[in-house]
């Protein structure tokens, strides 16, 4: 069983998810959807770690100008109540957010989509797609 796209599938056929039924296909192809989606997700909490990364340094050398002009309740303000507080609740930050949802729900959905596909199409990749893409190019070459 190969894990690349040019291995052979259940059926021998080099054609890639020719021995799927359609059935199979689709939830096959749910998964894979299902795993990019999921990794979007990451994207987002990547953008959400990144900008409150962002935003807390602003955040401190706020405290810094404040203190400087001589602003220093509002400087101890941004220093006690904002800068050690977690995006969750008052301990977790972003990047615990981010890196619980990498070892948990990513990896588990990466974990199954592998399974998926080694079980249903020898790890072949993309079936649904390369279905519809021979099947555009026989229309292509048809009159």
């Known amino acids: 069983m190969g894990t690349d796209d040019s291995s052979p599938n259940r059926s021998g056929s080099s054609e890639p998810g020719t021995a799927l039924s359609d059935a199979e296909s689709d939830a096959l192809h749910e998964v894979e959807l299902g795993l990019e989606w999921v990794q979007r997700a990451q994207g987002s909490l990547l953008e959400f770690h990144h900008a409150t990364g962002h935003g807390m340094d602003h955040l401190y050398r706020a405290e810094e100008l404040l203190r400087a002009t001589g602003h220093d309740e509002l400087a101890d ?31 588990e959905t990466r974990s199954l989509e592998r399974r998926v596909r080694r079980e249903l199409a020898d790890g072949q990749r993309h079936v649904r797609e390369r279905r519809q893409e021979r099947e555009w190019k026989r229309r292509a070459d048809d009159p």
């Open 77 to 107: 303000a941004v220093r006690t109540e904002l800068l050690p507080h977690g995006v969750v609740d008052e301990d977790r930050w972003s990047y615990d957010v981010l890196e619980n949802f990498q070892e948990s729900l990513l990896a």
